[in-house]
């Protein structure tokens, strides 16, 4: 009987995303190296960093217990989670275990998920503070233990069947079955990469309690913007490109009404100030749509100004035709001024989007193509290999 062949490279790569952490990669990697003592597992950081993290990678890696390795990104996109997409696209092991740099993730937990990821039917490890003797006590005060607590619960009740195993869809510190995730289905936008793995496949998932603890050196990377850019990759992974077309209406309806009270309180008469106010958000929301609804197709077809030529004038368009419809359906229809209202908005929404996305950010043909053979290309054979700097 011939044996079956002996398992090349690491089985498990620990992924950390790191931004500005020098202080804390000397410990973490003696920390890793003791808990990974007989798993064959490496060591990936995949670095955004501006403080010469990457260099103390280098410094500390040839003492370290275990292979470790640095890929630095000069352009860093998606955040965190992009950097994780980079490290599972950068580990050739079966199993890829992600946390943070900042040690409030405790490297002894390691092998305990990586054994329970290893269990039949179980495509995804989650190390929860919300289980068992879990705790998120590391939070730097009661306020951010609220917000964590208030937005877990929000993120669950979005996503009610995909994440009814998972107690903890926000935490950074979990493993999974690398043949499980489609990382070309993933697109990061934040820092909450589990939700986005979670939400974009049917994962099998087994939780392990964790207690947060406190960081080891430096300072928390929290903030408002981090919070706002969590809301916007829920509101994409619940409800894709048109619920942020709509976010963005709904704010540009708002700037109208604050544009028309400024202007008529200054002295001008209602119907140019309704006029300044209209073309105004228009402009505004076309350069907010260019941004979070369609940054993925500007390049897939025409240039900047055509979108922005078919965008206006389409929008006038629809402004001129939509107020002689609501006036027959007020005068002439009888219906109420405020449910005509909504009738024409709701139509002039669903018209607008379409218009959008299949006219105006319209890829070219030969882009389309080029796209479906690069698909082709990459199911013909595997992908080449990411560059990164081993050391």
Sequence with gaps: MTAAPEPTGPQVTVVVPTFNEAPNVAELVRRVGVATRGLDAELLFVDDSRDGTADEVRRVAPGAELPVRVVHRDVPTGGLGGAVLEGLRASHAPYVLVMDGDLQHPPELIPTMVARAREPEVDVVVASRYVGE????GLANAARQAVSSTSTAVTRAMFPVRLRDCSDPM??????????VDVDALRPRGFKILLEILARHPMRVVEVPFVFGARYAGESKANLAQGLHFLWQLAGLRFGRMSRFAIIGGLGALANIAIVALLTSLGMTWLPAA????????????LLQER???????????????????????NNVETVVRMPVMAVLVETMHVAAVLATAITLVVAFVVRFTFHSRIVYRPRASSRRARMVEREA???GPPPAPSSEHV
């Design 275 to 286: 006029i300044v106010a209209a073309e105004a958000t228009i402009v505004g929301n076309f």
């Design 171 to 180: 935490t950074g510190f979990f493993v999974v079955r690398r043949a499980a």
């Design 292 to 314: 979070f609804v369609f940054r993925d197709l500007r390049d897939e077809g025409k240039g900047a100004w055509a979108r922005f030529g078919q965008s206006f004038t389409f």
């Design 378 to 380: 990459e199911q013909a």
């Design 134 to 137: 879990g705790s998120s006590a």
